[in-house]
């Protein structure tokens, strides 16, 4: 019996997040004298790889890797050379080299009628490459709503229309109510996105009760929210937390704006 049917029946929700996670953050390289697997992101995640991220890796593998930091690309993640572990994920369809571009969901998820698997795999994606902000309503005439970013969206953006079609069908799966647009940038080096975006407290909810947020940096942001019923754009962890810990008025990020 190979790797892959072992993991899969052993550990099924645990690959599938994985295989979500590689999906937004990983890089595979199994052509030529260097073969691995490179998982990273960026330095206010380092609590989510090491939380949650390297011991699942470590617990579904047998691995004992740990977490570090890439300064060149000011990225904080673990490199895997275990030749097994490589062939698994060449297995799944996973190419070698860049793949930001074509990546897909493997299909013995995107064809699974396992609600578990897919939400996993949904899971790992969002964590790596989703966001969770709020907007203000500029027209609403209540001042709350007009000063104050409360109200929720979950998006879910990549440069590969593949994964990105394949997200937006397994959360409808899900039941969850979503769309799916194309973003052109301005700057005409930057590539096509293709966001999937769910609006909304009811989708928020619904999120986190089915999905959930492994990603503590993102889930900081709920957490804000929760507490004062919004959350200032473009803050960073350390301010979220200063928030939640009663040292930091969010209020006082709005001044002067």
């Known amino acids: 019996m ?29 052509k030529g004298k260097r073969k691995e697997i490179d998982i990273s992101g960026g330095y206010e995640e380092k609590e989510y790889y090491d939380k949650h991220v390297i011991p699942l890796f470590n617990e579904t593998f047998g691995l004992s890797i740990s977490g570090k930091f ?12 275990d030749i097994n572990v490589l ?20 299909k013995f998820i995107l064809k ?20 969770l902000t709020f907007d203000k309503k500029i027209c609403n005439k209540d001042n709350f709503k007009k000063t104050r970013n409360f109200y929720p969206r979950l998006i879910f953006s990549s440069t590969s229309k593949d ?12 039941g969850f109510k979503a769309k799916i647009y194309i973003k052109k940038s301005r700057k005409k080096t930057e590539n096509l996105k293709y966001i999937v975006q769910l609006n909304g407290v009811n989708n928020l909810i619904k999120w986190l009760s089915e999905i959930e ?37 969010p ?7």
Request: hydrophobic share 35%; with cysteine; charged share 20%.
């Open 2 to 30: 190979n790797l892959f049917k072992i993991n899969l029946g052993k550990f099924g929700s645990e690959l599938a997040e994985i295989v979500g996670i590689h999906a937004g953050d990983g890089y595979l390289r199994y």
């Open 70 to 81: 890439f300064p060149s690309r000011s990225t904080y993640g673990f490199v895997i050379r």
């Open 87 to 106: 062939n698994l994920f060449k297995e799944f369809g996973f190419p070698s080299g860049k793949k930001s571009y074509i990546v897909k969901c493997p």
């Open 112 to 131: 699974s009628k396992n609600n578990e698997l897919l939400r996993s795999f949904i899971r790992g994606c969002f964590d790596t490459d989703g966001s």
């Open 163 to 174: 994964l990105s079609y394949n997200f937006f069908k397994i959360i409808n799966i899900l």
């Open 213 to 249: 947020i492994k990603n503590t940096s993102k889930f900081s942001r709920y957490l804000v929210w929760k507490e004062f019923g919004f959350c200032p754009p473009n803050t960073t962890y350390k301010q979220r937390l200063n928030i939640l810990n009663g040292n930091l008025d």
């Open 251 to 257: 209020n006082q990020l709005y001044e002067g704006l």
